[in-house]
């Protein structure tokens, strides 16, 4: 027997080894026949002379347990063959504490025979955990390093398991509902669980012989519609029918060991509903697979399938490997986690160089706990699907490169270059945080609300943006369902052709925009901003270019302690019926030179600006709030408490149109400086308490009884020139129009002229002369002479008020 901790040099020429690339079948035969001897003495490590070894395809090289096999930077070189399927290191015998390093092994990729048999070929691996073990797939601290493995026409690595399903047991229509006793194994009531009525042996072949067992999926992994629960609770019983233990809160595609002295287990499902007949897929089964898997510091390259597979493994390390120039057959991946659904879990790849493949750079199509940290990634695609729980991407360089992500994912720390990053559709939770995007958009299609989070992140857009990566399209595309924005920063226009955002008229209401920022964002173009309904708080967007709102009826919009800065372009453009809609700004802060900040072209829902200031330094005349009268129609307008600035006269708010009249505005509570007010003195145009120029409300201060405008009754017009003796001012009696020129007859009018008759205000249609009898219609045109008069109102009535002693 060796010494412990000693290594074997292998005698070639005792074991008929050829290390000059010839004579496969003596060279592989001669390699296991000599690791077996090292075993049987003792050898903790077994090593080769320098030199190429020719493998035979027909006999893969078997590494024992609690052994090192060192290549001591020799080749492992499959004989050329025409092969579907082959391995150059095979473990299918139950090994343990098992390494493999310090050499290459190499494929027969080139001088491979696709022809003579037909297929893909994709099965020839360079080191694989065969799924049919000739002693089983329980894999145990299997470590696998300083390697070059290239040229295999399937995978580099591949780790596979046995599916191990237990025939004879079908769990669907055998449920009920209720709980057994934890404690004593009795059925109990209880209405938040259910139990299968189907008895376990734990004495089946398969459970007696590996000592564990599990709840699974069906074929496709899937547990059926009607198990909405990922946790259940197993209870043991004696041979004898007595209670024996219980084990609670498992994950279905977990392992449960076995207690010694259990003959048989019941199960209860931590749900309160009965899957009708037809909605159950569980199945029991005896999964081998690998466990402590360390694959580390290897170079795996042009591979035709993958450089890595893993279809059923736990606690798999993939660390410090290079993995690039896999091309050939589908899927064409550096990293892919795939089949066995839940039975990966564990997965950790961290610190690897994964770089020009053809297709994948990493993907994971079913699998719990995925970390995949710290790697630089280029090219190709990266993508978890829906069926991963709990994946970790963090610390990753990822440059020219889609990603599709549709798992249940923390995705944080992450640099983005020239790559699209898709939250794709799907209802699993989503945290994308500190990240980078660098010339990288951001696509949101989560289909449940409130399942995306967005904080803390970057969005940087460059000149290349443009120039190299335009076919990414919009920095940030938003879906229908509302999701979570915060604390994240936008510099940058959009690519060339398509807008910074894009959003579409069917996004629901409820977007949360908290701390967000959109600087330098204006495309040459004055492309918009679509911004989804929702609430915006503590928003900055400064020189954002023109920002949009969705044409949607029902689209609600609240902007809070907001801040806007922009010129040159009016700034949001609302030009859509909203019949339902709201637009709320409160609490912000708008600066300009002399653009518009508001332009309504139609609203039809309610408009509300209350305690916002606007600031503005104009060389010109402008307008800060517009409106395009002949197609604006609004529920209400409001401003109250907001501060308008400017050092030079302009429109505050231009509603001098006479079809303004028919909407209400409330201006109350304003504060303005030297630009101008433009109302109708109309009773839908409500001007109170405002402070305008120093002086409260001027617009309702006259030196004597009005005589145009709108007026309700009760309204009450200051005197400017208040003396002893006269009045406060006057007060409307009638609701109605003020008008001081009474109608005569035989009396010559030119068009649009205002006149009162019988307590009625009327307007000339045409020019002409009255005749002998007034207007008197109370709706309508009449005509007078060769006038026709337009009915306007009532005449309003106005009487002193407030004597003064």
């Not at 005792?14 to 050898?43: E, M």
């Not at 408490?641 to 505005?665: H, Q, Y």
């Not at 009696?733 to 001081?740: I, L, P, Y």
């Amino acid at each position: 027997m060796a010494d412990a901790g000693t290594t074997y040099m292998i005698d070639l020429a005792r074991w008929g080894i050829k290390n000059d690339g010839t004579d496969a079948v003596k060279t592989s035969k001669g390699i296991n026949d000599a690791l077996k001897y090292s075993f049987d003495q003792g050898y903790t490590e077994v090593s080769l002379p320098k030199g190429i070894y020719l493998i035979d395809v027909n006999n893969p090289i078997e590494p024992q347990s609690f052994m090192t096999f060192n290549l001591n930077g020799s080749t492992l070189k499959l004989q050329a063959n025409g092969a579907l399927n082959y391995a150059i290191i095979l473990l299918q015998r139950n090994q343990q504490f098992c390494r493999i390093t310090n050499g290459k092994i190499e494929g027969d990729r080139n001088e491979h025979d696709y022809t003579t048999i037909p297929g893909t070929h994709e099965g020839g691996h360079g080191i694989k955990v065969s799924n049919t073990p000739l002693v089983g797939s329980n894999i145990r601290f299997l470590f696998i390093d300083s390697l070059e493995i290239y040229n295999c026409t399937g995978d580099g690595i591949a780790l596979g398991s046995l599916y191990g399903q237990i025939p004879g047991y079908n769990f669907d229509g055998k449920f009920e509902s209720g709980g057994i006793s934890l404690t004593d194994g009795k059925p109990v009531v209880d209405d938040t669980r259910i139990r299968n009525t189907t008895v376990i042996d734990l004495n089946q072949a398969n459970i007696a012989k590996w000592g564990y067992f599990g709840l699974y999926g069906g074929s496709y992994g899937g547990l059926g519609a009607g198990i909405i629960s990922n946790l259940y609770d197993l209870v043991f019983y004696k041979k004898d029918n007595t209670f024996h233990s219980s084990k609670i809160n498992i994950q279905f595609f977990d392992e449960v060991e076995v207690p010694v002295g259990a003959s048989y287990a019941k199960f209860i499902i931590h749900q309160n509903t009965v899957p009708p007949i037809g909605q159950s897929s569980i199945t029991l089964k005896v999964v081998e697979f690998a466990k402590q898997v360390y694959i580390e510091k290897n170079n795996i390259h042009d591979c035709r399938r993958l450089g890595i597979s893993v279809t059923g493994a736990k606690y798999v390390y993939i660390k410090e490997c290079e993995i690039h120039h896999i091309k050939g057959t589908a899927p064409q991946g550096a990293i892919d986690i795939e089949d066995m659904y839940d039975f990966n879990q564990y997965i950790y790849i961290e610190n690897n160089n994964i770089h020009d493949n053809s297709t994948y750079n990493i993907i994971a199509v079913a699998g719990r706990h995925i970390s995949i940290n710290n790697n630089a990634v280029s090219s190709g695609t990266f993508a978890l699907n829906e069926n991963v729980d709990s994946a970790i991407v963090s610390g990753n360089d990822f440059r020219d490169i889609g990603g599709l992500i549709a798992a249940e994912v923390i995705f944080s720390n992450n640099h983005m270059y020239g790559s699209k990053i898709v939250l794709s559709q799907s209802s699993r939770e989503a945290l994308v945080s500190h990240c980078y995007f660098h010339n990288s958009p951001l696509n949101i299609s989560r289909t449940k609300p409130y399942s995306v989070q967005v904080d803390s992140c970057r969005f940087i857009n460059d000149i290349d943006f443009n120039s190299t990566f335009s076919n990414l399209g919009s920095t940030l595309l938003f879906s229908t369902e509302p999701q979570t924005l915060s604390n994240c920063f936008i510099e940058g226009s959009g690519a060339k052709g398509s807008g910074l955002t894009w959003v579409s008229n069917a996004t629901k209401n409820g977007w949360q925009f908290n701390h967000v920022s959109f600087v330098n964002t204006k495309h040459d173009q004055n492309i918009v901003t679509g911004l989804p309904p929702g609430n915006y708080s503590d928003c900055t967007f400064k020189n954002s270019g023109p920002i949009s709102t969705i044409n949607n009826s029902q689209a609600e919009y609240q902007f809070n302690n907001c801040s806007f800065e922009w010129d040159g372009y009016t700034l949001l453009t609302i030009d859509q019926n909203k019949k339902n809609a709201l637009l709320d700004f409160s609490d912000s802060y708008f600066v300009s030179k002399e653009s518009t900040a508001l332009l309504f072209r139609d609203m039809g829902g309610e408009v509300v600006l209350s305690h916002n200031t606007f600031n503005y330094n104009p060389t010109n005349t402008g307008t800060i709030i517009d409106f395009w009268w002949p197609t604006f129609v609004a529920k209400s307008f409001m401003m109250d408490g907001n501060m308008m600035k400017s050092t030079k006269v302009m429109k505050a708010i231009n509603a001098s149109d006479p079809k303004s009249a028919l909407t209400e505005i409330l201006f109350s509570n304003n504060v303005v400086k030297i630009a101008k007010i433009e109302l109708l003195e109309h009773q839908n145009h409500v001007k109170l308490n405002n402070y305008i120029d120093g002086i409260v409300d001027p617009y309702y201060k006259l030196a004597s009884p009005p005589t145009s405008g709108s007026y309700r009754r009760g309204q009450i017009i200051y005197n400017t020139t208040p003396l002893t003796g006269s009045y406060i001012g006057w007060v409307a009696t009638v609701s109605g129009t003020a008008e001081d020129t009474a109608w005569t007859a035989d009396t010559s009018y030119p068009i649009n002229t205002y006149v009162f008759a019988n307590g009625k205000v009327y307007k000339s249609n045409v020019a002409g002369k009255s005749g002998k009898v007034p207007p008197s219609q109370t709706s309508g045109t009449s005509t007078d002479g060769s006038i026709i008069w337009e009915y306007v109102d009532l005449l309003a009535e106005f009487k002193p008020y407030g004597l003064i002693s």
